[in-house]
């Protein structure tokens, strides 16, 4: 058995933890391979989850383990400010083919956040670039998840995630968010009711005016407030809305990118191309933590432009570990695998099983919703009274404690396996979801 060394709990500081829960009732992961964790007991628990929406090609994989193993004796570390290292310009070349468009212009930083506080900052250089310097405003949605910086949170829109830190970027607003489950209650795929929802930014520019708005960031699939599934024709709407004002959309992919819908990008596979996708956790298989902001090529060439005429820094932003060399080692063996084993093909070939088996679900005890796309499932439990979220936190107690790792998310719990999961193993987690509602009050 795996027996960690004597540990004293109390001083890591955990994030979006019950830490004196936690502290008191431990739960703790020791090793992983392909579809499964091994605590330091030695049970195994299988990934429902990719890690945290994640390792896409599955855990400790060799090719990507030998990569970084390499590379650290290599080259261990290299600046990217006023310098470069081969492997940054080769992953940004890969990262960039992968796009839709002319996305081809990739900012690396180390974190999905991180991703989009650079993408928010891009947003304000280009409008002030090309003379349009009252584009101040960002708007963001609520119920979205932007990470945790104050750009992240201040056009974030799920409130115990903002209300603690102030009032964030000036002059950030919100659209509604996209959840009806009074008309979308168990719909598999996309919604057919919601596209109108797209217009509340027609009474946003009516209310700030167009020439105060800078960028318009949304999840194409928001994942972490509890897999809220774009409906039909909303994003299509939002592009056109932005286009005729002149606003820059983003589409924040930190989770549905690198095949988690079924292809490279949700861009690619819901048909919409927006300005800017930020990009961050499968883009390593999370071995190594990076982020990138992958961005039109016209964005880049007007920001850089601007300063044609004096040479010098065009932007000042960027991180001490932008396109790190452990990280790019561990992106492009994470890309060759991904190519080399068709996992964004596999995972498009997988949806039919998968969704025919967490529709399974909407007759267990407790569930009142069941939504899916790509390979992403959420299902929706009823609140106890007067203790919203419990349900479900004994659910993920329940599951991890019998060898199955879920997400939950208020009362939602969120699946989104590993790309290389077998059909066998669909199975096992619904299974275990319903007999562990079962025993759930």
Same mark, same amino acid.
């Given at each position: 058995m795996l027996q960690p060394p004597p540990n004293d709990l109390d001083g890591f500081w955990m994030p979006f933890t019950d830490n004196r829960y936690f502290k008191a009732n431990p739960r703790l992961l020791a090793a992983a391979k392909g579809m499964y964790y091994q605590t330091p007991e030695g049970r195994t628990i299988l990934d429902g989850t990719a890690g945290l929406w994640c390792v896409n090609a599955g855990h400790s994989r060799d090719s990507i383990v030998e990569a970084i193993?390499?590379?650290?004796?290599?080259?261990?570390? &290299?600046? $990217?400010?006023?310098?470069?290292?081969?492997? #940054?310009?080769?992953?940004? !070349?890969?990262? *960039?083919?992968?796009?839709?468009?002319?996305?081809?212009?990739?900012?690396?930083?180390?974190?999905?956040?991180?991703?989009?506080?650079?993408?928010?900052k891009i947003a304000l250089a280009y409008h002030r670039a090309r003379g349009q310097g009252s584009r101040t405003r960002l708007i963001g949605r609520e119920r979205g998840y932007h990470g945790v910086g104050f750009g992240g949170i201040s056009v974030g829109g799920i409130g115990t995630n903002r209300r603690v830190f102030g009032p964030g970027l000036p002059g950030a607003d919100h659209l509604?968010?996209?959840?009806?489950?009074?008309?979308? &209650?168990? $719909?598999?795929?996309?919604?057919?009711?919601? #596209?109108?929802?797209?217009? !509340?930014?027609? *009474?946003?520019?009516?209310?700030?005016?167009a020439d105060t708005i800078a960028a318009v960031i949304v999840e194409p699939m928001a994942g972490s407030t509890g897999v809220l599934v774009p409906p039909l024709g909303?994003?299509?709407?939002?592009?056109?809305?932005?286009?005729?004002?002149?606003?820059?959309?983003?589409?924040?992919?930190?989770?549905?990118?690198?095949?988690?819908?079924?292809?490279?990008?949700?861009?690619?596979?819901?048909?919409?191309?927006?300005?800017?996708?930020?990009?961050?956790?499968?883009?390593?298989?999370?071995?190594v933590p990076m982020g990138a902001v992958a961005c039109r090529r016209g964005l880049y060439d007007t920001v850089t432009g601007a300063m044609a005429e004096a040479a010098g820094i065009e932007m000042f932003h960027g991180y001490t570990y932008s396109a790190h060399p452990l990280a790019c080692a561990a992106a492009l063996a994470t890309l060759d695998l991904y190519r080399d084993e068709a996992l964004f093909e596999r995972a498009r070939s997988?949806?039919?099983?998968?969704?025919?088996?967490?529709?399974?679900?909407?007759?267990?005890?407790?569930?009142?919703?069941?939504?899916n796309l790509g390979l992403v499932a959420g299902i929706e439990l009823t609140p106890r009274p007067g203790a919203p979220g419990a349900r479900a936190q004994d659910l993920f107690r329940r599951l991890f404690d019998t060898g199955l790792l879920v997400r939950a998310t208020a009362d939602i719990i969120a699946l989104s396996p590993p790309l290389i999961v077998e059909e066998e193993q669909?199975?096992?987690?619904?299974?275990?979801?319903?007999?562990?509602?079962?025993?759930?009050?």
């Open positions: 193993r390499e590379q650290a004796g290599k080259l261990d570390f &290299a600046p $990217t400010f006023q310098l470069g290292h081969p492997l #940054a310009f080769q992953v940004a !070349a890969r990262v *960039g083919a992968l796009m839709p468009g002319d996305l081809d212009r990739v900012f690396f930083a180390n974190s999905g956040s991180e991703a989009v506080d650079t993408a928010l509604p968010h996209t959840h009806d489950p009074a008309r979308n &209650a168990f $719909t598999r795929g996309q919604p057919l009711h919601g #596209a109108h929802l797209a217009d !509340a930014l027609e *009474g946003l520019v009516a209310l700030h005016g909303y994003l299509e709407r939002l592009r056109e809305i932005c286009d005729r004002h002149g606003i820059l959309l983003i589409f924040d992919e930190v989770i549905t990118g690198f095949g988690r819908l079924g292809a490279a990008t949700a861009s690619e596979r819901l048909g919409v191309t927006p300005d800017m996708i930020t990009l961050a956790k499968g883009i390593t298989n999370a071995a997988l949806e039919g099983r998968w969704e025919a088996a967490v529709h399974d679900l909407a007759g267990a005890r407790h569930v009142i919703d069941v939504r669909i199975d096992t987690m619904v299974r275990q979801i319903a007999a562990a509602l079962d025993r759930i009050e």
